[in-house]
């Protein structure tokens, strides 16, 4: 079990999150990050969409009271454990009685802490994840507190391996900062013409690539509301509500566009001007509220290649790391 000494600005339990219920009005919710969540559970075993502990901004402090083995991935929260810095990208055994410390974010805004066997919290609508809003899925439904004492499951044969070499001797090597590097600093955020494109006037198509946005400090895992110039309709007719997804651009009547994330509603009655490509998504939500954003117009098809480049890349980088697992 971990007992939490500090809980950190807001740290909760994530997974891939809950589908098939967004037509009933359930919220997919689930992991912000989810290069780093399928990293992370690969470095300590798990399958890779189990429930890690999601971490914003400013991390927890965490006593472990019993060996675990752990991985760290994402922002850079200045880990450490027992007073010595803790890699991150790493399959990592922590022992009894010691302390990870986690301060406020030199690089990114969100990071994982994976656990070999993962949370052992029940499956809400076949989820681990927190829904914050609604107080379900997670620990106890909400984001972790003091005293909160979490469990951990068992973990997989392949994970009590990966736990006895790491025991044994230290793993030394990390996932590569170019892997990482490619994901998180893109020069711009791709994003594709949304389903109200065509109704935005022509210069504000413009104006929305080749100016800058900020990350409001009015922004959560619902959403990111960003500020910078106002984009203008051709037209004040409403349009009904439809479905959106995970990167949705809305733009409501003042102009400022607001990208919907993790915790969006199920639909959405603002006009649409874009959609941002997932590939990109990872390096959008490590932004912290005042940094700057550009936009780049791709089309669909691009996007596309660009998300199949990205898988194959994963697999490649999966199966290398499960090598180095597996080397002694």
């Given at each position: 079990?971990?007992?939490?000494?500090?809980?950190?600005?807001?740290?909760?339990?994530?997974?891939?999150?809950?589908?098939?219920y967004?037509?009933?009005?359930?919220?997919?919710s689930?992991?912000?990050?989810?290069?780093?969540?399928?990293?992370?559970?690969t470095?300590?075993?798990?399958?890779?969409?189990?429930?890690?502990?999601?971490l914003?901004?400013?991390?927890?402090t965490?006593?472990?009271?019993e060996?675990?083995?752990?991985?760290?991935?994402?922002?850079?929260?200045?880990?450490?454990?027992?007073g010595?810095?803790?890699?991150?990208?790493?399959p990592?055994?922590?022992?009894?009685?010691?302390?990870?410390?986690?301060?406020?974010?030199k690089?990114?805004?969100?990071?994982?802490?994976?656990?070999a066997?993962?949370f052992?919290?029940?499956?809400?609508?076949g989820?681990?994840?927190?829904?914050?809003?609604?107080?379900?899925?997670?620990?106890?439904?909400?984001a972790?507190?003091?005293?909160?004492?979490?469990?951990?499951?068992?973990?997989?044969?392949?994970?009590?391996?990966?736990?006895?070499?790491?025991?044994?001797?230290?793993?030394?090597w990390?996932?590569?900062?170019?892997y990482?590097?490619s994901?998180?600093s893109?020069?711009?955020?791709?994003v594709?013409?949304?389903?109200?494109?065509?109704?935005?006037t022509?210069?504000?198509?413009?104006?929305?690539?080749?100016?800058?946005?900020?990350l409001?400090?009015?922004?959560?895992?619902?959403?990111?509301?960003?500020?910078?110039?106002?984009l203008?309709?051709t037209?004040?007719?409403?349009i009904?509500?439809?479905?959106?997804?995970?990167?949705t651009?809305q733009?409501?009547?003042d102009?400022?566009?607001?990208?919907l994330?993790?915790?969006?509603q199920?639909?959405?009655?603002y006009?649409?001007?874009?959609?941002?490509?997932?590939?990109?998504?990872?390096?959008?939500?490590?932004?912290?509220?005042?940094?700057?954003?550009?936009?780049?117009?791709i089309?669909?098809?691009?996007?596309?290649?660009?998300?199949?480049?990205?898988e194959?890349?994963?697999?490649?980088?999966?199966?290398?790391?499960?090598?180095?697992?597996?080397?002694?």
């Open positions: 079990m971990i007992k939490v000494i500090e809980a950190g600005l807001l740290s909760s339990i994530q997974d891939n999150g809950r589908t098939g967004q037509e009933s009005g359930v919220i997919q689930g992991v912000m990050d989810t290069f780093t969540l399928r990293i992370a559970n470095l300590v075993g798990n399958n890779e969409s189990e429930g890690v502990l999601e914003t901004l400013t991390g927890p965490l006593e472990f009271t060996d675990h083995l752990i991985a760290l991935c994402g922002a850079d929260f200045s880990a450490e454990i027992d010595a810095p803790a890699p991150l990208w790493r990592v055994v922590v022992k009894k009685g010691s302390t990870l410390h986690m301060r406020f974010s690089t990114g805004c969100r990071g994982v802490i994976a656990v066997g993962g052992d919290v029940p499956d809400v609508f989820s681990k994840s927190t829904y914050l809003r609604a107080g379900i899925g997670g620990f106890k439904g909400r972790l507190d003091k005293e909160d004492v979490l469990p951990i499951g068992d973990p997989g044969k392949e994970s009590e391996a990966t736990f006895k070499r790491a025991e044994e001797s230290p793993f030394t990390s996932v590569s900062g170019a990482t590097e994901v998180y893109p020069e711009f955020i791709r594709m013409p949304g389903l109200q494109f065509d109704e935005f022509e210069e504000s198509k413009r104006t929305f690539t080749n100016s800058t946005y900020k409001s400090k009015q922004s959560d895992r619902m959403g990111f509301r960003m500020e910078g110039e106002p203008e309709r037209t004040d007719e409403d009904l509500s439809e479905g959106v997804a995970f990167g651009i733009v409501p009547s102009g400022q566009p607001i990208i994330l993790a915790d969006r199920t639909l959405g009655g006009p649409k001007i874009g959609q941002v490509a997932s590939v990109d998504l990872p390096a959008l939500i490590q932004k912290k509220p005042g940094e700057s954003v550009r936009f780049k117009w089309t669909v098809k691009e996007a596309q290649l660009l998300f199949k480049k990205r194959q890349e994963w697999q490649e980088l999966k199966w290398i790391i499960n090598k180095k697992l597996k080397e002694a």
